[in-house]
């Protein structure tokens, strides 16, 4: 394979996943006669751009089908980072009622009702009809299709060039970011703004987070990485801010090449800590493989410990990075007995892989595991918030990642 932005070979082995299932690709009961496609995950560091990637074996049109079941709007701390964005940067781009925001990868209107509600003219784009359907039933007006430079060209001749464009959490999920960005740069009004948050590949490192590997997720980003995608479209990084959401991420601010704005004193910190960390040195990749399987060894042992103790242990959180933490451990349910989902769209399906039913939250009281493990580690405070409980018949909680560790 070519490095999907360079064309640079790809030989440098970042860890190697076994095979899989697409991560939300969840089964129905009906469906267990027939067989699971499941593709290589691998991850490989291009050491010409420094652009992480996984291999090319799974199609977007495979991954993103029209029942696809990830309901941004089932997280009620990530409506309110949403509802806090919209709030941020209609003020800092004095955002009204003649302007015009374009979100990529809009899924259930979780962000854009929020413009809506302002009064300021937006259009989501969202390729999976159960979730544009969402969208559109909460007033939200949107485009069913994948972005690219094509749509983005078709939306500047209706008439639709964006004041600002926002992309939360889709950068890292398209197979080819060249024309996802030259489509950004196509879309934006001159003076116009870009926002793209997406998870930083410096905390996946540090903090072993193999787990936010999925066949969705084509790419895992570096600022410096970013901006050179960027500056191949004609744009360029302006501010960067640093976000705990999904185990870290960025929020990348750009405009064009020719905008007025310069790059902040940000950018060019978090790039310098990037040089620090290394994310540009084939030695800094070379144990990540043998640190993930410490992490998954770790898990596997305390389970072990825990279905020999006698102690019943479920799951909370059916989040793609939950399957692909199950699925290299070979989970199976004689270890988790059921995962715990509050988004209806996944309750009454199986895992994918696993084939660990999904219950609705309310399965925690009626079974009452002694362990209850949080899958989604990244929202361990809201999930041991909101079911707290657990505590009446002496549940605990417990997370496998950034390292194995029980809330007694």
Known sequence: ?????????????????????????????????????????????????????????????????????????????????????????????????????????????????????????????????????????????????????????????????????????????????????????????????????????????????????????????????????????????IDVEHLSTHGGSLRLWAARQDDARAPGRAVAEALAAEERAGLERAETYAAFQTRANTVKDRFLEFLIAEKRAGRRVAAYGAAAKGNTLMNYAGLKTDLIAFVCDIAPSKQGMLMPGSHIPILPPEALAVHRPDTVVILPWNIADEVRSSQAHIREWGGRFAIALPEMRVFD
């Open 1 to 237: 394979m070519s490095c999907r932005h360079c064309g640079s070979p790809l030989e440098l082995c970042v860890i190697d996943l076994g095979f899989a299932p697409p991560s939300n690709a969840y089964r129905r009961v009906e469906d267990l006669h027939r067989p699971e496609t499941t593709f290589p995950l691998r991850v490989f560091a291009c050491e010409s751009c420094w652009l992480v990637q996984t291999e090319d074996y799974a199609a977007a049109d495979a991954l993103f089908t029209p029942d696809y079941a990830y309901f941004s709007s089932a997280s009620r701390g990530w409506m309110a980072h949403a509802e806090r964005y919209a709030e941020m940067v209609t003020g800092r781009l004095g955002l009204g009622a003649d302007s015009m925001v374009i979100e990529v990868a809009s899924n259930d209107g979780y962000l854009l009702r929020n413009f809506v509600a302002k009064g300021v003219p937006c259009l989501g784009i969202e390729p999976t009809d159960s979730t544009a359907d969402a969208a559109e039933a909460a007033g939200v007006p949107t485009r069913r299709a994948f972005f690219g430079q094509a749509l983005a060209e078709a939306l500047v001749a209706e008439g639709k060039a964006a004041d600002l464009v926002a992309g939360n959490n889709v950068l890292a999920h398209v197979p080819d970011i060249n024309d996802f960005v030259r489509g950004l740069a196509t879309v934006l009004k001159p003076g116009g703004t870009v926002t793209l948050e997406f998870p930083h590949l410096l905390r996946l490192i540090e903090e072993v987070q193999f787990d936010t590997i999925y066949h969705e997720h084509y790419s895992y980003l570096s600022l410096s990485a970013v901006a050179r995608v960027l500056a191949s479209a004609g744009l360029k990084a």
